[in-house]
């Protein structure tokens, strides 16, 4: 089955300044790769996505790319604020109906004001 | 738009009970999905369902637990009896048909079992 590796588990950033969380992915097959945030006591909620005919996709700070021959995807967060503090997911999944995604380690990111 | 609304928020058992934890997919999603989540295994997917019908539940970790869906707006998962390690937070999801997997959290129930 799949597998998914996330790096790093822990990451601390000045306020302003980028942050970057990287997902290795282990089945070719896959191509759909979402992105989730998850803040103390709740669910995590879905912030972007990917599909494998996409390079790059962004939605105002933040952004994903994605490299499939390597198998690896990324999220790049820029000009940070203390409210992305919280604990990021990477998943991935073959989509187009098959919908088991397959979730990375999660990542504590804190911003340091 | 109300998300997805999981009951109770938090739950608190002794071993050897009954718990039931409820689950209402978003309104015209026909996807649903029960995850747990632990320090030590991280998220996994317990169950999901199309249209009401089970389709996996291979991520389900032993008989002692179950799932159903009796209609498209109603979901539960119970244990029975329940242990101390199946003590987590238990999230329902839900996606939209042809979207199935653009998955969209419910704010979990975090149960405790003494």
Known sequence: GENVEQHPSTLSVQEGDSAVIKCTYSDSASNYFPWYKQELGKGPQLIID???NVGEKKDQRIAVTLNKTAKHFSLHITETQPEDSAVYFCAASIGFGNEKLTFGTGTRLTIIP | DAGVIQSPRHEVTEMGQEVTLRCKPISGH???FWYRQT???GLE????FNNNVPIDDSGMPEDRFS????NASFSTLKIQPSEPRDSA????ASSLPGLRETQYFGPGTRLLVL
């Open chain 2, 89 to 92: 937070v238990y999230f329902c």
């Open chain 2, 30 to 32: 026909n996807s649903l």
């Open chain 2, 45 to 48: 997917l317990l169950i999901y």
């Open chain 2, 39 to 41: 320090m030590m295994r």
């Open chain 1, 50 to 52: 990917i599909r494998s």
């Open chain 2, 67 to 70: 799932a159903k869906m009796p």
